[in-house]
Every structure is written in C-alpha cells, then in structure tokens.
C-alpha cells in the first residue's frame, strides 16, 4: 500500500460516478444487482461516517432499452425525451436499492447553467451540503431532459468533477466496465499494461486514451479530464471496475484497486473553484510572453498591456480564458471590460485606460483574485 492510497482511509466525504455500461449491463437493461451492490457499499461507509454522492449515469441508456433502441441517437430532442424515459426506471431503482438499508435519497438534476451561475452554484452547493448532514444519500444527474447544447455539461464524468469540487470532497471513484487506466486499449493490446499510480493531468496520458462505447459518452478521454479537474481542488481520483466485488470499500480501505490518479495541487478557495469548473468561456485574451510567465510564476493581476489579442464578444464581468501564442489555456478570469474596450486598451499600460477610453473602471483587465491560474 503506498502513501497515497494510505490516506484514502482517511476522506471524509467523497463522489462516486457511475457508468452507463455497468448500470445497463451494455444495454441489456439495468442491472439491479450492482446497483444493489453498490447501494451496500455504500450503507457501510455511512455507518463509519464517510458521506458519499452518487452522480449516475445511465438515464439515456435506460430509455434506449425501455423503448428498443439499439443505438444513441444524435439529434437533441430524441435525447431529452430517452432521458425523461429512462430517468423513471433508474430513480425506482436506487431508491428501493438504498430504501433496503434505511437510506433515503434524494435527486439532484443539474446542467452546466446552474454550476456557471454564481448564486446557483451556491444554492447547489448549500442544498448537497444540507442533504448529507442529513444523512441522505443525494444522487445527481445531468438533467438531459431540459438541457440543450450550449449548456449541457457532455458526459457526466465532467459533471461528477464538477460536483466533487463544489462539495470539496477528497475522492472522486470514477466507476467504469475497465480495470483501470491501461496504457493501450486491452480490448485491441493484450500486453496492456494497467496503470496504479499517475498524478492527475500528467500529458503523456492522453495519448494512451481510447473512445466510449454504445451506450456512453465518455470513454478514457473524458476521465482523464475529470481527474485532472477533480485535481485543481485537492481531490485524488480512482478509476475502477464497478463490478469488481465490494470495489468502493476497497478503494477507501486504501488497496491497490484501479488506477489511482494523485491531485497535482492542494485546495483552492471555494471561489476559484468555481471560476475552475466552467465548462464555457465567453472569450479569449491571447497574452505574450511577458504576461504569461507572470501571471503562472507570481500569480498577479493581468494588466492590458500583456495582451497581444481579444478574441469573442463578451460583456464586463463574463468569464474569459487567457491563453498563450500557441492557444494553450494558462489561467482564467472575470474581466473587467467588454470585448470592444479590450480590445482598444490591449497592449497599452494601465495609464493609458482613461485617455483610450475617456474613463477607467479598473487599472487590471483581470484582478487576481477573480483568476485562477490552471
């Protein structure tokens, strides 16, 4: 057992995301057995004090085999009302699973709006909180039913990072039909090497993520990303095989179950956490060399005269990413003037603001203390 997964026996509250093919059996309907397997597990870490969210996948793929659909639609609609299918038959599900050891439960249906909104993100926040001191055992779900393209948070291994960090957990178990993280696809390799201990956002990764299958949407990629933003607030992640005997126990027990992903940072503050976990940016500001090397090493504020280039169309107070020559995100931030203005005074020292503009709000495009530095 290394150090790492030594402190594991440790967490107080943690996130558990579960796939699509281990809640469908690959589309053969949902399997009540792991279900209730899991639903066990996770009595016993409520009984020794660990709070645990749920965030489940699976409602898309419980309305394909409810209505005989043998492959995921693409059009939006046909999605929102498979989800509003399946959503019926996986909320009776865990329900009467977690009703078998005296837990309630509670569904929480969320869409990247509700994370992106700031009193929203609170209100989320405070009602999660609310519910594990009551002893709930909250399940969350994108709400596919009402979210649409330009809000939808796209797979909910996002979404269960996202959660992980607005609640401040310490672990995030990723549950899926593999072992793990492997080095090359075991269904194509079978010298695929299984990867127990890797820091979260390490780039030599990627490269050795494969795709999703039938039934889901996130495949390697989108767990690698979940770990790495998981990561950004302190929290280790485990990829694992949920069907794998008492596996969540396992993992928390501190074995060597899995892939195991170290956080590549400490905490931040609950404020930067959530400038974090946008999924969307309503610009970019292209910064030079000058600019970048101070904003990651001293961590100040981003003047206008670092700025080389304003890219989209966005309002005083949105959310924008500032990003390298080579198009490399760096930090992002809330900015202090529109897109029009930006544009004018990028380049040009603090000094410059009022007479460019006939008048200055702030001296920074961006304060330090609305910007987080990724």
């Not at 005989?68 to 329900?95: C, F, I, K, N, W």
């Not at 095989?241 to 596996?247: H, K």
């Not at 956490?273 to 970048?292: E, P």
Request: hydrophobic residues 45%; proline residues 2%; glycine residues 10%.
């Amino acid at each position: 057992m290394t150090e790492q997964r030594k402190r594991l026996k440790q967490i107080r509250r943690c996130v558990v995301k579960l796939g699509s093919a281990l809640l469908t059996a690959d589309g053969a309907g949902l399997d009540i057995g792991v279900i209730q397997a899991w639903a066990a597990q996770t009595a016993t870490l409520r009984e020794k004090n660990i709070e645990v969210i749920l965030v489940t996948s699976g409602s898309v793929a419980v309305g394909m085999q409810r209505m005989a659909r043998a492959s995921r639609p693409h059009a939006l609609h046909d999605l929102q009302a498979l989800a509003a299918v399946g959503q019926m038959g996986l909320v009776q599900t865990y329900e009467s699973a977690f009703q078998a050891h005296k837990l309630h439960t509670a569904q929480v249906l969320l869409t990247h709006d509700d994370l992106a909104n700031r009193k929203r993100y609170l209100n989320a926040r405070v009602t999660l909180n609310t519910l594990l001191g009551m002893g709930v055992v909250p399940i969350v779900n994108e709400n596919d039913t009402v979210a649409t393209d330009e809000i939808r948070l796209g797979d909910n291994d996002t979404l269960a990072a996202l959660v992980a960090n607005l609640v401040e957990a310490e672990l995030l178990i990723i549950l899926t039909d593999q072992d793990g993280f492997f080095d090359k696809d075991p269904a194509q390799y079978r010298d695929a090497r299984l990867i127990t201990e890797v820091r979260a956002g390490d780039p030599a990764l990627m490269p050795m993520a494969g795709g999703s299958g039938p039934f889901g949407r996130g495949g390697m990629v989108t767990k690698l990303n979940a770990a790495e933003r998981a990561s950004r607030s302190g929290t280790a992640t485990v990829i694992a095989n949920g069907a794998a005997r008492d596996v969540i126990l396992r993992i928390i027990q501190g074995e060597s179950v899995g892939t195991h992903f170290q956080a590549a940072q400490g905490r931040i503050a609950a404020r930067k956490q959530w400038l974090a976990g946008h999924i969307q940016v309503a610009g970019r500001l292209v910064l030079d060399a000058g600019a970048v090397k101070v904003l990651c090493e001293s961590g100040r504020s981003l003047l206008p005269v670092g700025v080389s280039e304003v890219q989209g169309d966005f309002s005083r107070g949105e959310l924008v990413a500032c990003v390298d020559t080579q198009g490399k995100e760096v930090a992002r931030g809330l900015v202090n003037y529109n897109a029009k203005e930006a544009s004018l005074i990028k380049g040009y020292s603090s000094e410059r603001i009022e007479g460019i503009l006939g008048y200055i709000d702030e001296s920074e495009l961006i304060h330090r203390d609305n910007m987080i530095v990724l």
